[in-house]
């Protein structure tokens, strides 16, 4: 089991950057892949980038990439998401989410443990 707490949201002008963190606790944190997924206000969760448990694939969504960067330093066990040119329908509550599914890592549902979210809000 892991539990996992996401930290750096908050409030910043289109085109700016925010840094997200997720920690997560045990010392089996190395082994599960990650993934980011988002929603917003009266819209479903949507997957936004995910990394394997070694970080040799990753994965953005097309309206992230380029912009988004994901990176994991299982030392610290910890996975962070680098938010550059943030416009404003980035804004959402971000969550960090892991699994040892290995497969269909897009999907929200193969996950099965997620950290309470962190809210990221970009204005205009």
């Known amino acids: 089991q892991v539990q996992l707490v996401e930290s750096g949201g908050g409030l910043v002008q289109a085109g700016g950057s925010l840094r997200l963190s997720c920690e997560g606790s045990?010392?089996?944190?190395?082994?599960?892949?990650m993934g980011w997924f988002r929603q917003a206000p009266g819209k479903e969760r949507e997957f936004v980038v995910f990394?394997?448990?070694?970080?040799?694939?990753?994965y953005y969504a097309d309206s992230v990439k380029g912009r988004f960067t994901i990176s994991r330093d299982n030392a610290k066990n910890t996975v962070y998401l680098q938010m550059n040119s943030l416009k404003p329908e980035d804004t959402a509550v971000y969550y960090c989410?892991?699994?040892?599914?290995?497969?269909?890592?897009?999907?929200?549902?193969?996950?099965?443990?997620w950290g309470q979210g962190t809210q990221v809000t970009v204005s205009s």
């Open positions: 989410a892991a699994t040892t599914s290995r497969t269909h890592l897009v999907v929200a549902t193969v996950y099965n443990y």
């Open positions: 045990g010392r089996t944190f190395r082994s599960y892949d």
């Open positions: 990394i394997t448990w070694n970080g040799d694939r990753i």
